[in-house]
């Protein structure tokens, strides 16, 4: 069974300061995708990047950064010089690579950036 | 293009009673979810669907029906709602390829008291 695990419940900085958010997953899947999405406090869902598994690139766009080791079965996302519009819960999630894609979350990270 | 709209917004419910949430897209797109979002939790699968006329179950199935008359329309039955059913229903798409992700709907605020 596929599984999402963030194990990073609550965060809270300072703006301006760089933070992580933790992601470790588990799947038996040779071929899988991983997700990151956030969700401000107004509710919806934001995508923000999608990555399959067998491209291990680290991935720059702005201020977000993302590093996906196989290895470890992590896919790990930074921010930047963090601003308080960052402000969210941030969800990481994996699906199969085939079939219906179904999506398997985790349990949430919510930042809090600090003015 | 309106995307994924998902009706109603919030909706309290007694014990027992029943209630379809709408969603609709109108993206041509295949494939269809219904998640929800417990408090302080991520989402899970409820049902989901491939095309018109074929759905299937997803993490947490009870209690819910759903059919799939038409591409655009994937509507969530509840039947006797319960307490436990209090959640944030949210509503996806997807056209179906190897590159293409999920849209979300705002979602549907359900507190069954």
């Known amino acids: 069974a596929q599984k999402v695990t963030q194990a990073q419940t609550e965060i809270s900085v300072v703006e301006k300061e760089d933070v992580t958010l933790d992601c470790v997953y588990e799947?038996?899947?040779?071929?899988?995708?991983l997700f990151w999405y956030k969700q401000p406090p107004s509710g919806e869902l934001v995508f923000l990047i999608r990555?399959?598994?067998?491209?291990?690139q680290n991935e720059i766009s702005g201020r977000y950064s993302w590093n996906f080791q196989k290895s470890t079965s992590s896919f790990n996302f930074t921010i930047t010089a963090s601003q308080v519009v960052d402000s969210a819960v941030y969800f990481c999630?994996?699906?199969?690579?085939?079939?219906?894609?179904?999506?398997?979350f985790g349990q949430g990270t919510r930042l809090t950036i600090n003015p | 293009n309106a995307g994924v709209t998902q009706t109603p917004k919030f909706r309290i419910l007694k014990i027992g009673q029943s209630m379809t949430l709408q969603c609709a897209q109108d993206?041509?797109?295949?494939?269809m979810y219904w998640y929800r979002q417990d408090p302080g939790m991520g989402l899970k699968l409820i049902y989901y669907?491939?095309?018109?006329?074929?759905?299937d179950k997803g993490e947490v199935p009870n209690g819910y029906n759903v059919s799939r008359s038409t591409t655009e329309d994937f509507p969530l039955r509840l039947e006797l709602a319960a307490p436990s059913q209090t959640s944030v229903y949210f509503c996806?798409?997807?056209?179906?390829?190897?590159?293409?992700?999920?849209?979300f709907g705002p979602g549907t605020r359900l507190t069954v008291l």
């Open positions: 996806a798409s997807r056209l179906g390829g190897s590159t293409d992700t999920q849209y």
């Open positions: 799947t038996r899947d040779t071929t899988y995708y």
């Open positions: 990555r399959n598994s067998f491209d291990e």
């Open positions: 999630a994996l699906s199969e690579a085939g079939g219906a894609q179904k999506l398997v």
């Open positions: 993206m041509n797109h295949n494939y």
């Open positions: 669907s491939v095309g018109a006329g074929i759905t």
